[in-house]
C-alpha cells in the first residue's frame, strides 16, 4: 500500500529564508510517480513538479528545487529565498503503477508561512 | 477549455437535501477525477471517469454519493441526503491519459460544500 508522509504541518519563516518541506514516502512498487502541489489560501490546486521513479536527478526551477532520494524514500522540496508569496499549503503525492490506474496517494500537506 | 471549472463555487445545504457539483473537464481530456479534501487536509479519492464510463470508483462511498460523465455535458457529483461529515471541498481534476498518478492531472477550483 502507498503512503505519504510530510511530517512537518506548519513551518514559519522570515522572508528570504530558504526552507526545506520533507516527504517521505511508501511503496511497495518500482514504479511510481511522486508530485508536489501547492495550495495557496484561495483554494485552488497548482502542479509544481512530478518525478517518475526512475529519475533521481535533482530538479531545480527558479527559486524552487527538489531532491528525489530512493534510498531514504524522500522526496523533499526547498524553497530559496522565500517570499510572502510562497505561503501556501504544499502537498507531496505518489502514484503506484500496481492495480492500474495510478490514482495518487496525497499527504496531509505542510502550511508554509512566510513573514515579510 | 483551457481550465477546468467547477460550478458552484459555494454550496450550502441543510442536512438531508441532495447536493450537485459540476465539473467541465479540459476540452481534449479523456479522464476526469473527484477528490474530498475536509479541512485542507489530505485528498481522499473518490471516483474517476474515461470519457463517460467510470474507471475507477474504489474510493466513492458505496451510499448517498453517485457521479455522472455524460456525452457534451459537464460531469456531475451528487450526494442524496446530505449529512455533516460531508462538509468538505470538492475537487474535479482531469488529465489526458489513463495513466492518471503518472500524468499531470490539472485541478479545477473546487467546490465548497457546506452542510448545516
Keep these: ?70 534510498s531514504t524514500s524522500s522526496f523533499n522540496f526547498t524553497i530559496t529565498a522565500s517570499q510572502v508569496v510562497d505561503s501556501a499549503v504544499y502537498f507531496c503525492a505518489l502514484s503506484e503503477a500496481g492495480g492500474g490506474s495510478y490514482i495518487p496517494t496525497f499527504g496531509r500537506g505542510t502550511s508554509l508561512i512566510v513573514h515579510p | 477549455g483551457e481550465e477546468v471549472a467547477q460550478t458552484p463555487k459555494h454550496l450550502v445545504r441543510g442536512e438531508g437535501q ?60 451528487e450526494i442524496q441526503a446530505t449529512k455533516l461529515e460531508d462538509s468538505a471541498v470538492y475537487f474535479c481534476a482531469s488529465s489526458q491519459s489513463p495513466l492518471a498518478g503518472a500524468n499531470e492531472q490539472f485541478f479545477g477550483p473546487g467546490t465548497r460544500l457546506t452542510v448545516l
Design chain 1, 1 to 70: 500500500a502507498q503512503k505519504v508522509t510530510q511530517a512537518q504541518t506548519e513551518i514559519s519563516v522570515v522572508e528570504k529564508e530558504d526552507v526545506t518541506l520533507d516527504c517521505v514516502y511508501e511503496t511497495r512498487d518500482t514504479t511510481y510517480y511522486l508530485f508536489w502541489y501547492k495550495q495557496p489560501p484561495s483554494g485552488e490546486l497548482v502542479f509544481l513538479i512530478r518525478r517518475n521513479s526512475f529519475d533521481e536527478q535533482n530538479e531545480i526551477s527558479g527559486r524552487y528545487s527538489w531532491n528525489f532520494q530512493k
Design chain 2, 18 to 77: 441532495k447536493a450537485k457539483l459540476y465539473c467541465a473537464p479540459i476540452k481534449g481530456h479523456s479522464y476526469v477525477f473527484w477528490y474530498q479534501q475536509v479541512l485542507k487536509n489530505e485528498f481522499k479519492f473518490l471516483i474517476s471517469f474515461q470519457n463517460e464510463n467510470v474507471f475507477d470508483e474504489t474510493g466513492m462511498p458505496k451510499e448517498r454519493f453517485s457521479a455522472k460523465c455524460l456525452p457534451n455535458s459537464p460531469c456531475s457529483l
